[in-house]
Protein backbone atom coordinates (compact mmCIF):
# COMPACT_ATOMS: atom_id res chain seq x y z
CA UNK A 1 0.00 0.00 0.00
CA UNK A 2 2.74 2.30 1.06
CA UNK A 3 0.42 5.71 0.60
CA UNK A 4 0.74 9.08 2.54
CA UNK A 5 -1.55 10.12 5.37
CA UNK A 6 -2.23 13.00 7.20
CA UNK A 7 -2.28 13.07 10.71
CA UNK A 8 -3.96 15.94 12.12
CA UNK A 9 -3.26 16.01 16.24
CA UNK A 10 -5.24 18.63 17.90
CA UNK A 11 -5.86 19.69 21.28
CA UNK A 12 -8.99 21.94 22.31
CA UNK A 13 -10.11 23.44 25.18
CA UNK A 14 -12.69 22.03 27.42
CA UNK A 15 -14.64 24.98 27.01
CA UNK A 16 -17.04 25.90 25.77
CA UNK A 17 -17.67 22.33 24.78
CA UNK A 18 -19.06 23.72 21.06
CA UNK A 19 -15.56 23.52 19.95
CA UNK A 20 -15.31 20.13 20.33
CA UNK A 21 -18.50 19.17 18.82
CA UNK A 22 -17.19 21.14 16.17
CA UNK A 23 -14.44 19.09 15.50
CA UNK A 24 -16.33 16.04 16.00
CA UNK A 25 -18.55 16.73 13.34
CA UNK A 26 -15.66 17.98 10.69
CA UNK A 27 -13.96 14.63 11.33
CA UNK A 28 -16.96 12.91 10.79
CA UNK A 29 -17.78 15.16 7.66
CA UNK A 30 -14.90 14.44 6.26
CA UNK A 31 -14.62 10.69 6.51
CA UNK A 32 -11.41 10.99 8.84
CA UNK A 33 -10.51 8.60 11.22
CA UNK A 34 -10.49 9.12 14.71
CA UNK A 35 -7.15 6.78 15.37
CA UNK A 36 -7.38 7.77 19.31
CA UNK A 37 -8.49 11.24 21.32
CA UNK A 38 -6.87 14.01 19.56
CA UNK A 39 -5.53 12.27 16.46
CA UNK A 40 -7.62 12.28 13.33
CA UNK A 41 -6.02 10.41 9.80
CA UNK A 42 -7.10 10.37 6.23
CA UNK A 43 -5.39 9.40 2.96
CA UNK A 44 -3.35 12.47 1.53
CA UNK A 45 -5.09 14.40 -1.32
CA UNK A 46 -5.77 17.52 -1.86
CA UNK A 47 -9.25 17.64 0.05
CA UNK A 48 -7.63 16.41 2.89
CA UNK A 49 -5.16 19.25 2.75
CA UNK A 50 -7.65 21.76 1.97
CA UNK A 51 -9.46 20.00 5.39
CA UNK A 52 -6.83 20.09 7.47
CA UNK A 53 -5.57 23.57 6.57
CA UNK A 54 -9.33 24.59 7.45
CA UNK A 55 -9.89 22.61 10.43
CA UNK A 56 -6.67 23.72 12.17
CA UNK A 57 -7.22 27.43 11.62
CA UNK A 58 -10.73 26.69 13.12
CA UNK A 59 -9.23 24.70 16.21
CA UNK A 60 -6.07 27.68 16.70
CA UNK A 61 -8.85 30.24 15.89
CA UNK A 62 -10.98 28.50 19.53
CA UNK A 63 -7.77 28.84 21.56
CA UNK A 64 -6.61 24.92 20.74
CA UNK A 65 -3.58 23.74 18.93
CA UNK A 66 -3.16 21.66 15.88
CA UNK A 67 -0.24 20.11 14.30
CA UNK A 68 -0.18 18.35 10.59
CA UNK A 69 1.82 15.65 9.95
CA UNK A 70 2.59 13.99 6.93
CA UNK A 71 3.51 9.81 7.44
CA UNK A 72 3.49 7.19 5.80
CA UNK A 73 2.63 3.71 8.11
CA UNK A 74 3.91 0.13 8.34
CA UNK A 75 1.85 -2.16 6.51
CA UNK A 76 0.64 -3.82 9.85
CA UNK A 77 -0.55 0.21 10.83
CA UNK A 78 -1.88 0.68 7.41
CA UNK A 79 -3.89 -2.45 6.83
CA UNK A 80 -5.70 -1.72 10.16
CA UNK A 81 -6.19 1.59 9.59
CA UNK A 82 -7.82 0.87 6.09
CA UNK A 83 -9.73 -1.75 7.75
CA UNK A 84 -11.17 0.76 10.10
CA UNK A 85 -11.49 3.51 7.18
CA UNK A 86 -13.70 0.55 5.49
CA UNK A 87 -15.85 -0.57 8.99
CA UNK A 88 -17.21 2.90 9.15
CA UNK A 89 -18.08 3.25 5.76
CA UNK A 90 -19.85 -0.57 6.16
CA UNK A 91 -21.78 0.83 8.89
CA UNK A 92 -22.76 4.02 7.41
CA UNK A 93 -24.32 2.14 4.08
CA UNK A 94 -25.97 -0.50 6.08
CA UNK A 95 -27.81 2.44 8.01
CA UNK A 96 -28.62 3.60 4.32
CA UNK A 97 -30.02 0.34 3.21
CA UNK A 98 -31.88 0.17 6.74
CA UNK A 99 -33.20 3.53 5.79
CA UNK A 100 -34.42 2.51 1.92
CA UNK A 101 -36.42 -0.66 3.66
CA UNK A 102 -38.15 1.56 6.32
CA UNK A 103 -38.91 3.91 2.93
CA UNK A 104 -40.33 0.48 1.36
CA UNK A 105 -42.20 -0.58 4.15
CA UNK A 106 -44.00 2.56 4.40
CA UNK A 107 -44.65 2.72 1.17
CA UNK A 108 -46.24 -0.68 1.53
CA UNK A 109 -48.52 0.57 4.62
CA UNK A 110 -49.55 3.34 1.92
CA UNK A 111 -50.15 0.93 -0.97
CA UNK A 112 -52.18 -1.55 1.30
CA UNK A 113 -54.51 1.19 2.63
CA UNK A 114 -54.80 2.20 -1.03
CA UNK A 115 -53.84 5.96 0.10
CA UNK A 116 -52.71 7.24 -3.40
CA UNK A 117 -52.40 11.12 -2.83
CA UNK A 118 -49.92 13.52 -4.49
CA UNK A 119 -48.79 14.77 -0.65
CA UNK A 120 -48.18 11.09 0.30
CA UNK A 121 -45.89 10.95 -3.08
CA UNK A 122 -43.99 14.39 -2.45
CA UNK A 123 -43.51 12.96 1.43
CA UNK A 124 -42.37 10.07 -0.57
CA UNK A 125 -40.09 11.88 -2.89
CA UNK A 126 -38.75 13.89 -0.14
CA UNK A 127 -37.43 11.08 1.96
CA UNK A 128 -35.83 9.56 -1.09
CA UNK A 129 -34.01 12.46 -1.76
CA UNK A 130 -32.41 12.32 1.94
CA UNK A 131 -31.22 9.28 1.61
CA UNK A 132 -29.81 9.88 -1.94
CA UNK A 133 -27.81 12.94 0.02
CA UNK A 134 -26.74 10.71 2.60
CA UNK A 135 -25.31 8.29 -0.02
CA UNK A 136 -23.32 10.55 -1.66
CA UNK A 137 -22.58 12.21 1.49
CA UNK A 138 -20.69 8.67 2.28
CA UNK A 139 -19.54 7.99 -1.06
CA UNK A 140 -17.58 11.11 -0.58
CA UNK A 141 -16.14 9.67 2.89
CA UNK A 142 -15.63 6.58 1.39
CA UNK A 143 -11.61 6.73 0.45
CA UNK A 144 -11.00 2.86 0.05
CA UNK A 145 -14.40 1.87 -2.21
CA UNK A 146 -16.43 -0.12 0.00
CA UNK A 147 -18.13 -3.22 -0.98
CA UNK A 148 -21.40 -2.26 1.19
CA UNK A 149 -21.82 1.01 -1.55
CA UNK A 150 -23.21 -1.50 -4.18
CA UNK A 151 -25.96 -2.65 -1.96
CA UNK A 152 -26.54 0.84 -0.64
CA UNK A 153 -27.02 2.45 -4.24
CA UNK A 154 -29.07 -0.72 -5.04
CA UNK A 155 -31.63 -0.19 -2.30
CA UNK A 156 -32.00 3.30 -3.56
CA UNK A 157 -32.55 2.18 -6.66
CA UNK A 158 -35.46 -0.53 -5.79
CA UNK A 159 -36.70 2.57 -4.04
CA UNK A 160 -36.81 5.04 -6.96
CA UNK A 161 -38.56 2.00 -9.00
CA UNK A 162 -40.94 1.49 -6.47
CA UNK A 163 -42.25 5.25 -5.92
CA UNK A 164 -41.76 4.99 -9.72
CA UNK A 165 -44.66 2.88 -9.60
CA UNK A 166 -46.46 4.27 -6.63
CA UNK A 167 -46.55 8.04 -8.64
CA UNK A 168 -48.24 6.23 -11.53
CA UNK A 169 -50.86 4.65 -9.94
CA UNK A 170 -51.59 7.86 -7.84
CA UNK A 171 -51.45 9.78 -11.17
CA UNK A 172 -54.25 7.08 -12.34
CA UNK A 173 -56.64 7.41 -9.49
CA UNK A 174 -56.36 11.15 -9.05
CA UNK A 175 -57.98 11.51 -12.71
CA UNK A 176 -60.75 8.95 -12.22
CA UNK A 177 -63.78 11.10 -11.52
CA UNK A 178 -65.35 9.21 -8.71
CA UNK A 179 -61.87 10.17 -6.76
CA UNK A 180 -61.87 13.94 -7.64
CA UNK A 181 -65.65 13.95 -6.35
CA UNK A 182 -64.88 12.17 -2.98
CA UNK A 183 -61.79 14.93 -2.21
CA UNK A 184 -64.26 17.98 -3.41
CA UNK A 185 -66.89 16.46 -0.68
CA UNK A 186 -63.98 16.28 1.72
CA UNK A 187 -62.42 19.60 1.03
CA UNK A 188 -65.96 20.78 2.23
CA UNK A 189 -66.29 19.03 5.21
CA UNK A 190 -63.21 20.45 6.92
Same mark, same amino acid.
Given at each position: ????? !???????? *??????? %? &?????????? %????? #???? %??????????????????? #????????????????? #????????????????? +??????? @?? !??? =??????? =??? &? *? &??? &???? @?? #???????????????? =?? +??? *??????????????????????????? +? @???????????????
Amino acid at each position: MARRW !LLLIYTVP *TTPSRTR %A &FVWREIRRAG %ALLVR #DGVA %ALPAGAEAERWIRETSRRI #DGAGGTATTVVAKLKPS #DERRIVAAFQKEREREY +SEIVASC @EA !LLL =HLERERE =HAV &F *T &FEE &FQEL @EN #DLEKIRRWYAMARSRD =HF +STS *TAKRAASAISDCEKRIAAYAERASALD +S @EPAVRARRRRRAKVT
